[in-house]
């Protein structure tokens, strides 16, 4: 691939993924993604086949790193090391889109996607849920597995953020950021041991 030809490609995934953190998977087509590229449209096909090619590309790039990260759960010890291990990667910033966040990217495909890829998300997160809820549940006896997937899904949820997913962090009103790491492992702390 050629220098130009490869900036062309990270032009287009740069549009979509800043197109899909702000205005969702349904601002996402090949017009607009070629319009916010600067670009022909017909290009996304000519890179990607499809849009559905284009999102298969933009959610390796934002998955693949947090899953290589997750693995350090696996050697956590303690609770606290355990959650810095589970939500520190979900923090990350998106692959292309500074300001965005690979886990917004992710759940908008997980959420909103069609077919393979959003079954690929689902499956990845669910295979790792399987993962965490017993490195976990060592740390908290008296939580059965149904009352500890439930925190953990509203401790995502805090991570993600709440609709609508507004490009960059919300702010608390002390003008901390709503996902700054520290606030959030006191949080997951608390809904886990609370």
Known sequence: MTPASQDTRTRLLAAAEH????RGI????VRKVGEAAGVNPTLVTYHFGSISGLLETLCRANME??????QAVAQADGLAQVLRAWIAPMLR???FTPGGRALVVLDEIGAHGEGEIRAVVLAEMD????QLRPMLARHLPLLDDEELRARLRFISGAV???PPRNYGSLRLPSGRAADDLDYLLRFATAA???
């Open 192 to 194: 886990l041991t609370g």
């Open 19 to 22: 197109l899909l953190v702000t």
């Open 65 to 70: 790193p947090i899953l290589v990260e997750w």
């Open 26 to 29: 349904t601002g996402v087509s």
């Open 160 to 162: 993600l953020g709440p």
């Open 127 to 130: 295979r790792f849920a399987h």
């Open 93 to 95: 910033p998106a692959a």
